[in-house]
């Protein structure tokens, strides 16, 4: 990751403090969990469902709502668009895994880092972090060459230095004006955005977590009502309390047929518009415990399989669990 010009490695991770003492408990799963509470407003900058990279188009969830005959609302989740209950006449509009997590479309951040400058009095000293995670330092050459490790672009005062700790992560600390949001890729194929900003005065925060298909922003009301107006981004409103995530009923109900499923024959098959799961169970016998095995074959032409140990040995519990393991392989046909 290397810096823009203007911008400094930093190891003045008190200046991320006040996030900390702003942030839900993580396990509570709203928006003030990622991104701090106390502002007037909050909006959702939603990543593309496929970005223009070896060439091919950008596709917006507008462009996956119209695919699938969905309704694009405040709570929408990418699965909700890309998991229709029934499958559509027509091709999908994306042939990727979907929106990238944790990651903003790099156009997108420049957009927002444009509109975000004139609600700051400080839009010349900003505070950037990147989340450790990324490997920078430990990445490989490639292309045929001899592997051997690239330098590493942070200095080491910051990459074994203090970091910035949140609940479930921690983050290097960079410092610049607001346009500089995105870093540098240490391997070719484009610009990284920043996982958490905000501007010395505090009058705003961006946050990309990792694990999400969106970026939340928290703002003064007329920031988020020029976010949500810009018709170069695809944002949606959202509150404080809103989960981060939700699950459809159809996909908890495909779910919830193979787990019956492979209570009762022992395997199963959960067929979708994008994609197939088949699962396998392995019984427990105590003290044994039992197994889920599972295969995804997605239309994205991405394979997956797995086997994870199970926590309970019969009954309800057994079913839930089932359950909640095969929603998430079904959601993960889509990403998102």
């Not at 007037?40 to 507008?62: F, I, M, S, T």
């Not at 990445?139 to 005062?157: A, F, I, N, Q, W």
């Not at 459809?248 to 209570?263: H, K, P, Q, R, Y």
């Amino acid at each position: 990751m290397e810096l823009p010009a203007g911008a400094a490695w930093s190891d003045a991770v008190g200046e991320a403090d006040w996030i900390g003492e702003r942030l839900a408990p993580a396990g509570a799963g709203r928006v003030t969990s990622v991104v701090p509470g106390g502002f007037d407003a909050y909006a959702r900058v939603l990543h593309p469902a496929e970005d223009p990279v070896d060439g091919n188009k950008l596709v917006r969830w507008a462009d996956v709502a119209a695919w699938s005959g969905t309704q694009l609302g405040a709570d929408t989740q990418f699965h909700t668009i890309a998991l229709p209950p029934v499958r559509p006449e027509r091709d999908a509009p994306w042939s990727g895994q979907g929106p990238r997590p944790g990651d903003m479309y790099p156009p997108d951040a420049e957009v927002l880092a444009g509109i975000a400058r004139d609600w700051t009095t400080t839009p010349e000293r900003c505070w950037f972090c990147v989340w450790e995670g990324y490997g920078a330092g430990t990445l490989l050459t490639t292309g045929g060459e001899p592997s051997m490790p690239l330098p590493d672009p942070v200095p080491g005062r910051v990459r074994h230095g203090p970091r910035v700790r949140l609940p479930n992560r921690d983050y290097l600390l960079y410092t610049g004006p607001v346009e500089a949001v995105l870093t540098t890729d240490p391997l070719p194929g484009g610009d990284q955005a920043a996982n958490l900003w905000w501007p010395a005065d505090r009058a705003w925060c961006v946050a990309s977590e990792i694990d999400l298909a969106w970026t939340y922003v928290g703002g003064p009301a007329g920031l988020i009502e020029q976010v949500l107006a810009d018709t170069r981004i695809e944002a949606l409103p959202a509150g404080p309390g809103d989960p981060t995530t939700r699950v459809e009923d159809w996909v908890t109900g495909w779910a919830a047929d193979a787990a019956a499923a492979l209570l009762s024959e022992g395997k199963a098959v959960i067929t979708t518009p994008r994609g197939t799961v088949e699962a396998w169970l392995e019984r427990p016998a105590w003290p044994r415990r039992g197994k889920l095995r599972t295969r995804s074959s997605g239309n994205n032409e991405v394979r997956a399989s797995g086997e994870r140990p199970l926590s309970h040995h019969d009954g309800e519990e057994l079913r839930d669990e089932l359950t909640a393991e095969l929603t998430l392989e079904v959601i993960g046909l889509v990403g998102g």
